[in-house]
T-cell receptor, first 109, second 112 residues
């Protein structure tokens, strides 16, 4: 099956700093999503981005499907950005998602 | 439009008890799935459904049953709870098999 690797596993930032999270996957995908799991455990949809580039406020994401990676950019980080960021990928037409292990982000005031 | 609703939010079971985790979606999505999340790990797929009457196993199906009698509901049954099933359970739905998935708020299950 498809393998998903996220890096770095942990990240500590000062408020206002920028960061880049990476997601590598081992095979072709037709579904790629980024999620933020907040400290209360909720999974928040950030981006649905099987290819291309999208931006939403301070967050943006780029997926280069031919090279099998995706990047999530967080600019001017805030303490509310803290939590775990997951990349999840899918292929075929089953709705199944394979999750990476996540990147735990801590933003200090 | 509530999205994906899971009940209960918290549950404590004794070893050997059975229970059903409920999942309902009001977006008329065909595809639904159940995942479990263990500490420090990503989510792993338990069972999934591509439409009413159709279900299949995911990565970690042992000890769980599902059925899909309606488009809206996808309950997950624990037949005989074991401590290894202590986890947070998430239900998800999507319009098609490769479009954006939306998750419920999770059910935190403890088996003692």
């Amino acid at each position: 099956g498809i393998q998903v690797e996220q890096s770095p596993p942990d990240l500590i930032l000062q408020e206002g700093a920028n960061s880049t999270l990476r997601c590598n996957f081992s095979d072709s995908v037709n579904n790629l999503q980024w999620f933020h799991q907040n400290p209360w455990g909720q999974l928040i949809n950030l981006f649905y981005i099987p290819s291309g580039t999208k931006q939403n406020g301070r967050l943006s994401a780029t997926t280069v499907a031919t090279e099998r990676y995706s990047l999530l950019y967080i600019s001017s980080s805030q303490t509310t950005d803290s939590g775990v960021y997951f990349c999840a990928v899918g292929s075929g037409n089953t709705g199944k998602l394979i999750f990476g292990q996540g990147t735990t982000l801590q933003v200090k005031p | 439009n509530a999205g994906v609703t899971q009940t209960p939010k918290f549950q404590v079971l004794k070893t050997g008890q059975s229970m059903t985790l409920q999942c309902a979606q009001d977006m008329n999505h065909e595809y639904m799935s159940w995942y479990r999340q263990d500490p420090g790990m990503g989510l792993r797929l338990i069972h999934y459904s591509v439409g009413a009457g159709i279900t299949d196993q995911g990565e970690v199906p042992n000890g769980y049953n599902v059925s899909r009698s309606t488009t809206e509901d996808f309950p997950l049954r624990l037949l005989s709870a074991a401590p290894s099933q202590t986890s947070v359970y998430f239900c998800a739905s999507s319009r098609t098999g490769y479009t954006e998935a939306f998750f419920g708020q999770g059910t935190r299950l403890t088996v003692v």
